[in-house]
């Protein structure tokens, strides 16, 4: 909370210093505001970026900071013992140090060396966030100071605040690449890590997944096999049901609504389909799990066959219709796009509507509707919740829909929910799968956008 | 094509007869097609209503629950042997023993130490917390005897509502044949009643179905969303106009408008795992937070409002910044003074939707730790958290007979807040949105 009342403090100087500002500006326009560059509140915006700005920057490098200086000081002062001790071990202190420090359990009762390091720490700490208020509140200071000695009726203060908010919008537009290039990084950096323990052709072609790390070294099986090729089978499998379902109910449902629907009819039938697509996918999970799976393995009972209560067919089902709406309202825009020329040159010739849409309109519309086919795939690829709570999580490498199989999403859920060793193979398991599922989708998606964005060229 | 054509020209020449037919074939075809369509979206409307039937046939009566009326005595050798009513000594008594001995009393017949066991488990293992709130709430009450209304455990809530059977064979339910007798006593006396539970609005997680609230998710829901808002409002409209606004056309700019149609279209999951990688192993953020989840969920929804704010930038006629800079406005200026006004109807309703977007949003989450078991409402952001979705996923995951009914009330709840949002985005586009 100290930290919110500084912040808090750092934006009431900051406004402060914007009134200051502004009433410095008109003190100098003597009652005439021509004689200034800019208006009155463009000095106090001048101010008040003096003063917020440094401070603001400081404060989020210093809090960046703060905890490994903290933690190189705590090393520093630990007896030479314990700094003698090898690199794992001495990471297991610091942590008992810094858990002890911050008030939670530590693994075992705590003995002198980290009561002293905690001591130690908190102390740092404590200095630490003191100089930090000090710091943040000198430079606040300062910078009123710095910008109230500069106002000046010649002063351009709109062309610098202006300069200054543009530097902001296009830093802005930056964290979009920063995201992607933190992920690709990310991901890429713990799947290397993982590639030094598994061979990217054993991960890539081996059939056999059982990722358990065995906690001991002579326990049978220890070694864990991490062929992904069954996972993927899986997601497939899946994801082949949930398009099944999907791509020829949101297709027929989207000719529907832009060709033969009345008005009415649209205007009650596209909201309900919204709520479709608006229901959390973990909604729908919770349904497949409880209701529909049982449904079909009942179902698959009557008729004599042995169905799964996990079975693919269950989670591809639901998955399909949740993304029903999602292929709909995508056809849909590329039907609309289609030019009414095309189809009155059909009707004149005599076509029935049905025909003019199957041997015109979906033809000039195939690459939107290919498009559209491509953003769900990789749509049902991604999506984890459902899969997660309706589809099985034993790898087996089967194309019965009546089996449980599991999905490239399901297994990194359940490598990395609980277990946090970060350096076991298990675990970077997860991030050479979370790397080939976002490169998958990453293609699908550049592609379609490509194809629907040449498509719309086309009718423009 | 060829083989069209050879046809129709058969057609052409064939008796009117046979063209009649054709056409009759041509019809048909044609209402079949339309009857597919149809077909498409009264399926979907129909899963539509299955889903939300289900959902809502069990979990309507996770709202109520049924209490039991017990005599209790409240001794003061128990509560306060010492006779200090000092609220400290009073909140440590054994108020357990009081629960129990009522129940001996009540059926003094059972003294079998198994049967014991099993009448203490008709009432909720969280009744002293009740006898402790009373106790403290009016201390006079020490010494007296006064029936208190307590919370029946969930099986036999559940046994209660009708959906345990009586008919089960004894082996295969989960309330016994002597439990079903002690409660068919009790409620001979008029010792059952159904009461609204306010628990579950207003308390956090719990292993024990009765005791179990959404209090605790939907509070951390409520800051996750507040972080989430405050980083990701700014950073997109600052984005979006200068996209739509200034950016020049160049080779910086197309590399940024990629990059955000492909992270709308990223899994969520993959978030999670940039969390994971980047906010908790390298920045050392804590586990379990919703400052974490807030940040993660910002970057997801951050392509969402991106778009929407730019699309209601674009609606914004150019005459309007024509006519602004014409009168010696900056560029800055006619964005602010006049484009932004004009375009914030449309930017909130996409900013809403986003949080929508982000309020139903688990996967992401299961991967930063907020899915850790979490009695205590968080008080901070920084404090361990969960939200209503994954406690969703919590309780659908949980053993216990009555939670089903409690995952089903708790989509209730997230659909309800999910309404709201949409319904004000609708409100706010109907209201405010202009047309040039």
Same mark, same amino acid.
């Given at each position: 909370?100290?930290?919110?009342?500084?912040?808090?403090?750092?934006?009431?100087?900051?406004?402060?210093?914007?009134?200051?500002?502004?009433?410095?500006?008109?003190?100098? $326009?003597?009652?005439?505001?021509?004689?200034?560059?800019?208006?009155?509140?463009?000095?106090?915006?001048?101010?008040?970026?003096?003063?917020?700005?440094?401070?603001? %920057?400081?404060?989020?490098?210093?809090?960046?900071?703060?905890?490994?200086?903290?933690?190189?000081?705590?090393?520093?002062?630990?007896?030479?013992?314990?700094?003698?001790?090898?690199?794992?071990? %001495?990471?297991?202190?610091?942590?008992?140090?810094?858990?002890?420090?911050?008030?939670?359990?530590?693994?075992?009762?705590?003995?002198?060396?980290?009561?002293?390091?905690?001591?130690?720490?908190?102390?740092?700490?404590?200095?630490?966030?003191?100089?930090?208020?000090?710091?943040?509140?000198?430079?606040?200071?300062?910078?009123?100071?710095?910008?109230?000695?500069?106002?000046?009726?010649?002063?351009?203060?709109?062309?610098?605040?202006?300069?200054?908010?543009?530097?902001?919008?296009?830093?802005?537009?930056?964290?979009?690449?920063?995201?992607?290039?933190?992920?690709?990084?990310?991901?890429?950096?713990?799947?290397?890590? @993982?590639?030094?323990?598994?061979?990217?052709?054993?991960?890539?072609?081996?059939?056999?997944?059982?990722?358990?790390?065995?906690?001991?070294?002579?326990?049978?099986?220890?070694?864990?096999?991490?062929?992904?090729?069954?996972?993927?089978?899986?997601?497939?499998?899946?994801?082949?049901?949930?398009?099944?379902?999907?791509?020829?109910?949101?297709?027929?449902?989207?000719?529907?609504?832009?060709?033969?629907?009345?008005?009415?009819?649209?205007?009650?039938?596209?909201?309900?389909?919204?709520?479709?697509?608006?229901?959390?996918?973990?909604?729908?999970?919770?349904?497949?799990?409880?209701?529909?799976?049982?449904?079909?393995?009942?179902?698959?009972? $009557?008729?004599?066959?042995?169905?799964?209560?996990?079975?693919?067919?269950?989670?591809?089902?639901?998955?399909?219709?949740?993304?029903?709406?999602?292929?709909?309202?995508?056809?849909?825009?590329?039907?609309?796009?289609?030019?009414?020329?095309?189809?009155?040159?059909?009707?004149? %010739?005599?076509?029935?509507?049905?025909?003019?849409?199957?041997?015109?309109?979906?033809?000039?519309?195939?690459?939107?509707?290919?498009?559209?086919?491509?953003?769900?795939?990789?749509?049902?690829?991604?999506?984890?919740?459902?899969?997660?709570?309706?589809?099985?999580?034993?790898?087996?490498?089967?194309?019965?829909?009546?089996?449980?199989?599991?999905?490239?999403?399901?297994?990194?859920?359940?490598?990395?929910?609980?277990?946090?060793?970060?350096?076991?193979?298990?675990?970077?398991?997860?991030?050479?799968?979370?790397?080939?599922?976002?490169?998958?989708?990453?293609?699908?998606?550049?592609?379609?956008?490509?194809?629907?964005?040449?498509?719309?060229?086309?009718?423009? | 094509?060829?083989?069209?054509?050879?046809?129709?020209?058969?057609?052409?020449?064939?008796?009117?007869?046979?063209?009649?037919?054709?056409?009759?074939?041509?019809? $048909?075809?044609?209402?079949?097609?339309?009857?597919?369509?149809?077909?498409?979206?009264?399926?979907?409307?129909?899963?539509?209503?299955?889903?939300? @039937?289900?959902?809502?046939?069990?979990?309507?009566?996770?709202?109520?629950?049924?209490?039991?009326?017990?005599?209790?005595?409240?001794?003061?050798?128990?509560?306060?042997?010492?006779?200090?009513?000092?609220?400290?000594?009073?909140?440590?008594?054994?108020?357990?023993?009081?629960?129990?001995?009522?129940?001996?009393?009540?059926?003094?017949?059972?003294?079998?130490?198994?049967?014991?066991?099993?009448?203490?488990?008709?009432?909720?293992?969280?009744?002293?917390?009740?006898?402790?709130?009373?106790?403290?709430?009016?201390?006079?009450?020490?010494?007296?005897?006064?029936?208190?209304?307590?919370?029946?455990?969930?099986?036999?809530?559940?046994?209660?509502?009708?959906?345990?059977?009586?008919?089960?064979?004894?082996?295969?339910?989960?309330?016994?044949?002597?439990?079903?007798?002690?409660?068919?006593?009790?409620?001979?006396?008029?010792?059952?009643?159904?009461?609204?539970?306010?628990?579950?609005?207003?308390?956090?997680?719990?292993?024990?179905?009765?005791?179990?609230?959404?209090?605790?998710?939907?509070?951390?829901?409520?800051?996750?969303?507040?972080?989430?808002?405050?980083?990701?409002?700014?950073?997109?409209?600052?984005?979006?106009?200068?996209?739509?606004?200034?950016?020049?056309?160049?080779?910086?700019?197309?590399?940024?408008?990629?990059?955000?149609?492909?992270?709308?279209?990223?899994?969520?999951?993959?978030?999670?795992?940039?969390?994971?990688?980047?906010?908790?192993?390298?920045?050392?953020?804590?586990?379990?937070?919703?400052?974490?989840?807030?940040?993660?969920?910002?970057?997801?929804?951050?392509?969402?409002?991106?778009?929407?704010?730019?699309?209601?930038?674009?609606?914004?006629?150019?005459?309007?910044?024509?006519?602004?800079?014409?009168?010696?406005?900056?560029?800055?200026?006619?964005?602010?003074?006049?484009?932004?006004?004009?375009?914030?109807?449309?930017?909130?309703?996409?900013?809403?939707?986003?949080?929508?977007?982000?309020?139903?949003?688990?996967?992401?989450?299961?991967?930063?730790?907020?899915?850790?078991?979490?009695?205590?409402?968080?008080?901070?952001?920084?404090?361990?958290?969960?939200? %209503?979705?994954?406690?969703?996923?919590?309780?659908?995951?949980?053993?216990?007979?009555?939670?089903?009914?409690?995952?089903?009330?708790?989509?209730?709840?997230?659909?309800?807040?999910?309404?709201?949002?949409?319904?004000?985005?609708? @409100?706010?586009?109907?209201?405010?949105?202009?047309?040039?």
């Amino acid at each position: 909370m100290p930290y919110f009342v500084l912040v808090t403090a750092i934006l009431l100087l900051t406004s402060l210093s914007f009134y200051s500002g502004r009433n410095g500006a008109l003190t100098m $326009a003597r009652g005439n505001l021509r004689r200034l560059h800019s208006l009155p509140s463009y000095y106090g915006a001048y101010v008040a970026l003096w003063c917020g700005i440094p401070a603001l %920057l400081v404060l989020i490098a210093w809090t960046a900071v703060q905890p490994h200086v903290a933690e190189w000081i705590v090393i520093g002062s630990l007896p030479p013992e314990a700094q003698a001790l090898p690199e794992g071990r %001495l990471r297991l202190l610091v942590n008992d140090i810094e858990n002890l420090a911050s008030g939670n359990i530590t693994r075992a009762e705590p003995d002198s060396v980290v009561m002293e390091g905690a001591a130690a720490l908190r102390q740092v700490h404590l200095i630490g966030n003191w100089a930090m208020v000090a710091v943040a509140c000198a430079l606040a200071a300062a910078g009123i100071a710095i910008g109230r000695s500069q106002l000046s009726p010649d002063l351009k203060a709109r062309n610098a605040v202006e300069r200054v908010m543009t530097v902001v919008m296009v830093l802005a537009s930056l964290i979009a690449i920063l995201t992607t290039v933190g992920i690709v990084l990310s991901l890429l950096f713990e799947a290397i890590r @993982f590639f030094t323990f598994v061979s990217p052709i054993e991960f890539l072609f081996g059939t056999h997944w059982s990722p358990q790390i065995a906690l001991r070294e002579d326990q049978a099986g220890s070694s864990g096999a991490f062929g992904a090729v069954p996972i993927f089978a899986g997601t497939l499998l899946i994801t082949a049901i949930a398009m099944l379902v999907a791509v020829p109910t949101g297709l027929l449902a989207a000719i529907y609504m832009a060709d033969y629907a009345s008005h009415r009819f649209r205007a009650v039938a596209k909201p309900l389909l919204e709520i479709l697509a608006g229901i959390p996918t973990v909604v729908y999970g919770f349904f497949a799990a409880l209701t529909v799976a049982p449904f079909v393995r009942g179902a698959g009972e $009557a008729i004599g066959l042995d169905v799964s209560s996990e079975s693919a067919l269950a989670a591809g089902l639901v998955m399909g219709v949740m993304i029903i709406p999602f292929v709909s309202s995508l056809s849909d825009d590329v039907i609309n796009a289609v030019p009414q020329s095309l189809r009155d040159a059909s009707y004149g %010739l005599g076509a029935t509507k049905s025909e003019t849409i199957k041997n015109v309109v979906l033809p000039a519309a195939l690459p939107g509707i290919v498009g559209a086919i491509m953003l769900a795939i990789s749509r049902a690829i991604g999506e984890t919740m459902i899969v997660v709570m309706a589809a099985g999580l034993s790898a087996n490498l089967t194309a019965n829909p009546l089996e449980a199989v599991t999905t490239v999403t399901v297994q990194i859920v359940t490598l990395l929910v609980g277990d946090q060793e970060f350096d076991s193979p298990k675990t970077l398991a997860a991030f050479a799968l979370g790397l080939v599922l976002f490169l998958v989708t990453l293609t699908l998606n550049v592609i379609a956008l490509y194809v629907v964005r040449k498509y719309r060229e086309q009718y423009d | 094509m060829t083989e069209l054509v050879v046809e129709k020209r058969e057609r052409v020449a064939a008796a009117p007869r046979d063209q009649q037919k054709h056409l009759k074939r041509r019809y $048909a075809a044609e209402r079949r097609f339309r009857a597919y369509g149809l077909t498409a979206i009264v399926l979907a409307v129909t899963f539509l209503a299955v889903l939300l @039937f289900s959902i809502v046939s069990k979990g309507y009566s996770a709202f109520w629950l049924h209490e039991v009326a017990l005599d209790i005595t409240f001794s003061a050798d128990v509560i306060d042997p010492e006779g200090t009513r000092d609220p400290a000594a009073l909140s440590k008594a054994n108020y357990a023993q009081l629960v129990r001995e009522s129940l001996f009393e009540r059926f003094p017949e059972v003294t079998d130490r198994g049967d014991r066991r099993a009448l203490i488990n008709i009432v909720s293992s969280g009744a002293d917390l009740t006898l402790r709130r009373i106790v403290l709430d009016e201390p006079e009450v020490i010494g007296r005897t006064r029936a208190v209304w307590v919370k029946t455990s969930d099986d036999v809530d559940t046994f209660l509502k009708g959906l345990l059977s009586r008919d089960l064979p004894e082996s295969e339910r989960r309330v016994k044949d002597r439990e079903i007798e002690w409660i068919d006593a009790l409620e001979a006396d008029g010792r059952i009643r159904s009461a609204f539970d306010t628990t579950f609005f207003t308390s956090g997680d719990s292993r024990e179905p009765e005791q179990a609230g959404i209090w605790g998710a939907v509070v951390g829901s409520f800051y996750t969303l507040v972080v989430t808002l405050t980083l990701s409002f700014p950073v997109a409209v600052l984005a979006a106009i200068y996209l739509e606004e200034f950016a020049p056309k160049n080779r910086l700019t197309d590399i940024i408008e990629v990059n955000i149609n492909n992270l709308a279209a990223v899994p969520s999951i993959v978030f999670g795992l940039l969390g994971l990688a980047v906010f908790l192993s390298f920045f050392g953020l804590p586990r379990s937070a919703p400052l974490v989840g807030g940040m993660v969920l910002a970057l997801m929804t951050l392509p969402t409002i991106i778009i929407a704010a730019r699309a209601a930038l674009k609606a914004v006629p150019p005459s309007i910044r024509e006519g602004a800079l014409a009168i010696g406005a900056s560029r800055v200026q006619v964005v602010t003074h006049h484009v932004l006004p004009l375009a914030m109807p449309g930017i909130l309703t996409g900013t809403i939707i986003g949080m929508a977007q982000a309020l139903g949003e688990t996967a992401p989450l299961l991967m930063i730790g907020m899915v850790a078991f979490i009695v205590d409402i968080p008080g901070g952001i920084t404090d361990p958290a969960t939200v %209503l979705p994954v406690q969703i996923f919590l309780w659908a995951d949980s053993p216990e007979r009555a939670f089903v009914a409690k995952t089903s009330a708790a989509i209730m709840v997230l659909l309800v807040f999910l309404v709201l949002m949409n319904a004000i985005a609708v @409100f706010l586009r109907k209201r405010f949105e202009r047309r040039w």
